[in-house]
């Protein structure tokens, strides 16, 4: 079909939808946005972590970090605490940004490699800035400073977005979709129906209908992916409670038995969570677990949410793209479905079908964004996948997990070279590091270029590496005064 797209449709107002509708806006003033939701259906209700890749988004939005946390009720995020992954008892920090100073050729990681076999290196959170900052409760928004990310109530973000959309002219209609229309001829979305007899017209579809997916999956037939013997996780339960302490600046992620449990802190409350797979857990000793494990006044009722781990084989197909939940779900221990949101929108700019769709344009979309899906994948299942933890069936099965090709290589290759390699798109660099080294992957060699140092001068070297971190912290305030002075949100 080689219309030109001038009128795009969203269906769904969560935080795909406005994502789309703010983002489409401020980038194409000549398009007809309209954007259908309904409130009777209501969102999802969680998804309240990032990745720091959110900055670019919100610079485009001209969202200034104070502006966002104040307008979500937000806390900053440096990483994420894993607690009882690699073993019961140990912990390990991914924090955001950087460990270290490698050379062009050898990483920060294989002098630290070298000074291990030495007896001379510090944990290897000693030397990232966010892990050391996060551990003191420390922060600030600096040139120079800590790389972070956001704790965020996403129905708060959601209402920014939709007020700033609107004020770019896209037009909210409230309303339950009841039924799709296509062209005969073809097979392209041509309307949506509502229950009212009401008909919405577009020539490019977003389907941010979250996990119901009518359009991708309802109209289309989109196939899914299945990744459940990857990441068997397939149900949660949010709960929030009321805050016991400051809010910290990261994320805590809590292995259990079966599972993890997250405890995000925004500014008034906590967000805490289980996740879980049916096999191995039930819904009831999951909510028991959680109620036995939260800290201070719940707030909210628990409810299960199911899921199941993969995605569309195509997450753009015809003149329909699917975003966020829609789309397709790699479980939430990394915060990346946001992030998978703005990859998908970010994409859609540069292919941007204004001149009509293209097949060819439509692979690269589809081709960029499965690359996404497939590095994030293996990214999570890594964190499963190696550990020592044989306590129980389930943790049995990870250990034991036939891996995708492309992570056991990347793990075989870091294990006996210490070289670590990725993709240049990839979103998650050092944090592979962090992962493989905090999870008990310690590579047999280091590069030669280590061994040129004297271990006088190594030793130098990390201290140095060190002592720059410690600086920097204790100049930085605390989060929590960080947050009164410059974020208070009226939420
Ligand atoms: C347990 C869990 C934890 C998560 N944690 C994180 C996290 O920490 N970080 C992160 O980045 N992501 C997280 N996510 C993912 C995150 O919640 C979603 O990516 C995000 O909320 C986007 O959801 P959505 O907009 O796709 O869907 P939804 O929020 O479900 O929105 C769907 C929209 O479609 C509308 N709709 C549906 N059917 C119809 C119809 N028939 N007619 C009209 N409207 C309709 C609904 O009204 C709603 O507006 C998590 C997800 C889960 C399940």
């Known amino acids: 079909m080689n219309t030109s797209v001038m009128k795009v449709t969203i269906l769904g107002g969560g935080t795909a939808g406005w994502m789309a509708a703010a983002l489409l806006s401020k980038t194409f003033r000549s398009i007809e946005i309209t954007l259908v939701e309904s409130e009777d259906i209501g969102t999802i209700g969680v998804g309240e972590a990032t990745i720091p890749s959110l900055h670019f988004f919100n610079d485009i939005m001209h969202i200034?970090?104070?502006?966002?946390?104040?307008?979500?009720?937000?806390?900053?995020?440096?990483?994420?605490?894993?607690?009882?992954?690699?073993?019961?008892?140990?912990?390990?920090?991914?924090?955001?940004?950087?460990?270290?100073?490698?050379?062009?050729?050898?990483?920060?990681?294989?002098?630290?490699?070298?000074?291990?076999?030495?007896?001379?290196?510090?944990?290897?959170?000693?030397?990232?800035?966010?892990?050391?900052?996060?551990?003191?409760?420390?922060?600030?928004?600096?040139?120079?400073?800590?790389?972070?990310?956001?704790?965020?109530?996403?129905?708060?973000?959601?209402?920014?977005?939709?007020?700033?959309?609107?004020?770019?002219?896209?037009?909210?209609?409230?309303?339950?979709?009841?039924?799709?229309?296509?062209?005969?001829?073809?097979?392209?979305l041509t309307h949506l129906v509502l229950e009212t007899g009401e008909?919405?017209?577009?020539?490019?579809?977003?389907?941010?209908?979250?996990?119901?997916?009518?359009?991708?999956?309802?109209?289309?037939?989109?196939?899914?992916?299945?990744?459940?013997?990857?990441?068997?996780?397939?149900?949660?339960?949010?709960?929030?409670?009321?805050?016991?302490?400051?809010?910290?600046?990261?994320?805590?992620?809590?292995?259990?038995?079966?599972?993890?449990?997250?405890?995000?802190?925004?500014q008034q409350r906590m967000g805490n969570g289980i996740v879980y797979c049916d096999d191995y857990?039930?819904?009831?000793?999951?909510?028991?677990?959680?109620?036995?494990?939260?800290?201070?006044?719940?707030?909210?009722?628990?409810?299960?949410?199911?899921?199941?781990?993969?995605?569309?084989?195509?997450?753009?197909?015809?003149?329909?793209?699917?975003?966020?939940?829609a789309g397709g779900f790699i479980e939430p221990l990394e915060s990346t479905a946001i992030h998978l949101i703005q990859q998908g929108l970010m994409q859609l700019i540069k292919y941007f079908p204004a001149n009509g769709i293209n097949p060819l344009e439509v692979d690269l979309y589809n081709d960029y964004m499965l690359n996404d899906y497939r590095d994030i994948r293996d990214f999570i299942v890594l964190h499963y996948c190696q550990t020592e933890r044989d306590d129980s069936d389930f943790w049995r099965y990870c250990k034991n997990l036939t891996l995708p090709e492309s992570l056991s290589h990347r793990m075989k290759l870091f294990s006996e070279t210490g070289r670590f390699v990725q993709r240049k798109e990839e979103i998650f660099s050092d944090s592979w590091l962090q992962v493989m080294i905090g999870q008990g992957l310690i590579p047999l060699q280091h590069h030669p270029l280590a061994?040129?140092?004297?271990?006088?001068?190594?030793?130098?070297?990390?201290?140095?590496?060190?002592?720059?971190?410690?600086?920097?912290?204790?100049?930085?305030?605390?989060?929590e005064e960080y947050i009164r002075r410059f974020c208070l949100s009226q939420y």
Not at 468 to 475: A, D, F, L, S, W
């Open 64 to 188: 200034r970090s104070t502006e966002f946390a104040k307008a979500t009720a937000g806390t900053f995020k440096l990483g994420i605490q894993f607690e009882n992954w690699k073993a019961k008892g140990e912990h390990y920090f991914h924090g955001f940004g950087t460990t270290g100073a490698g050379m062009w050729a050898a990483g920060f990681h294989e002098y630290w490699k070298r000074g291990l076999s030495l007896g001379i290196s510090q944990p290897f959170g000693t030397y990232n800035l966010e892990g050391v900052a996060a551990k003191q409760g420390k922060f600030a928004h600096v040139q120079g400073g800590p790389n972070f990310a956001y704790h965020l109530d996403a129905g708060l973000f959601a209402q920014k977005l939709r007020i700033e959309a609107q004020k770019l002219g896209v037009r909210r209609i409230e309303g339950k979709v009841s039924s799709v229309a296509k062209s005969e001829e073809n097979g392209y």
């Open 199 to 266: 008909l919405i017209s577009g020539d490019l579809f977003i389907d941010c209908s979250g996990f119901a997916g009518l359009l991708i999956k309802g109209a289309l037939d989109t196939p899914y992916v299945d990744w459940s013997h990857y990441l068997p996780m397939n149900r949660a339960i949010p709960l929030q409670t009321s805050l016991t302490s400051p809010p910290a600046p990261y994320t805590r992620a809590i292995a259990h038995e079966a599972g993890w449990q997250w405890r995000i802190p925004l």
């Open 281 to 325: 857990l039930s819904d009831d000793e999951a909510l028991k677990r959680l109620i036995n494990d939260v800290e201070g006044e719940i707030l909210t009722e628990p409810r299960v949410i199911n899921f199941v781990t993969g995605h569309r084989e195509k997450l753009w197909t015809k003149n329909c793209i699917a975003l966020g939940l």
């Open 451 to 479: 061994d040129e140092m004297s271990e006088q001068d190594l030793a130098q070297f990390l201290k140095a590496t060190e002592s720059t971190i410690i600086e920097q912290v204790n100049k930085l305030p605390s989060h």
